[in-house]
């Protein structure tokens, strides 16, 4: 292809917690990608999907125990069924979009499965928290059942699960062959379903995947020239919130290395996003890896403002 590959991250803020915020928010996404192929490149999207997917976990669980004959729905189920209705509201409003533009391009949601290692350290101390605020009663259930929770309050319980590293993107080739086809594709939603191989099956994790990783393994993966991370500031700071805070233009993977290593970024929140850009960027020739808000993304592409790793 001669297009320049973009893989565009969208962070929360970009798809809203409930479903009418969604649909307002994936307006506001479907311009900034619609700026983006205009800038003539191919774009491929991931998203997050915490509020969404932990809606569904309790919607689904909540279901559940009115209803005994139903069973409860695992993670990666929920994981699932987030990218199918993200996916939905995010390609009809880029559709829309590139429509109004005067632009004939197709858009195509891929159900993005990512293959966890079931060693991986993040299962012995899981930290994303998920679902409904249960009471004590229900938080030892969930522990019977072997999952984890966490006190959030002195008579609030919320359940956590891990955070494991994707090593292995399994639609991968279906999303090339429709990039290279010149459509738009959204894929790994959420970092992706969750799943372990055992033989030839593929078997659902209670896991959530960050997203920014499995962004930066798809980026790297596609050989795309670009990813960018749209979150919510349009630079990212050292000494965030202190006297000598400053904000971050260009730099090169030593020096991004080097805020890492200092502790500059929280862990969960900027810290996945420079730890997917560095590696984006150290495994291809001529990469970057952008990290701003949606609002700056045409011009951030253009190198006029945002945090740069080249």
Do not use: W
């Amino acid at each position: 292809m001669s297009e320049k590959i973009v893989v565009v991250a969208l962070g929360h803020r970009a798809l809203g917690t409930t479903l009418p915020e969604q649909q307002v928010a994936t307006k506001v996404a479907a311009k900034a990608i619609a700026d983006l192929v205009e800038e003539g490149t191919s774009v491929v999207i991931s998203h997050s999907n915490g509020p969404q997917v932990g809606m569904i976990h309790t919607a689904m669980n909540e279901f559940g125990k009115a209803h005994p004959d139903y069973t409860f729905a695992p993670m990666s189920v929920c994981s699932a069924m987030s990218q199918g209705y993200i996916g939905y509201d995010l390609q009809n409003a880029i559709r829309t979009e590139l429509i109004s533009r005067g632009i004939y391009k197709p858009v195509a949601t891929v159900l993005t499965q990512v293959v966890i290692d079931p060693y991986d350290d993040a299962f012995a101390e899981p930290e994303k928290i998920i679902g409904r605020v249960l009471n004590e009663e229900e938080a030892e259930a969930e522990e019977e059942k072997g999952n984890f929770v966490t006190k959030i309050s002195d008579n609030g319980y919320r359940r956590i699960v891990a955070a494991p590293k994707p090593q292995k993107i399994i639609e991968l080739e279906t999303i090339r062959t429709l990039v290279d086809a010149g459509q738009i594709v959204i894929a790994a939603g959420g970092g992706g379903i969750p799943v372990m191989e055992q033989g030839v099956r593929l078997h659902g994790a209670s896991a959530i995947i960050e997203k920014d990783l499995t962004s930066g393994l798809l980026a790297e993966q596609l050989n795309a020239d670009t990813l960018m991370i749209l979150t919510s500031v349009e630079k990212v700071s050292l000494n965030l919130g202190q006297n000598n805070e400053e904000f971050l233009d260009e730099m090169d993977t030593e020096e991004a290395k080097k805020h890492i290593a200092d502790n500059q970024f929280a862990p969960g929140s900027m810290l996945p996003k420079f730890e997917a850009g560095v590696s984006f960027v150290e495994k291809g020739e001529g990469r970057r890896t952008i990290i701003t808000d949606i609002a700056h993304a045409k011009d951030a592409y253009r190198g006029k403002t945002g945090t740069i790793i080249k």
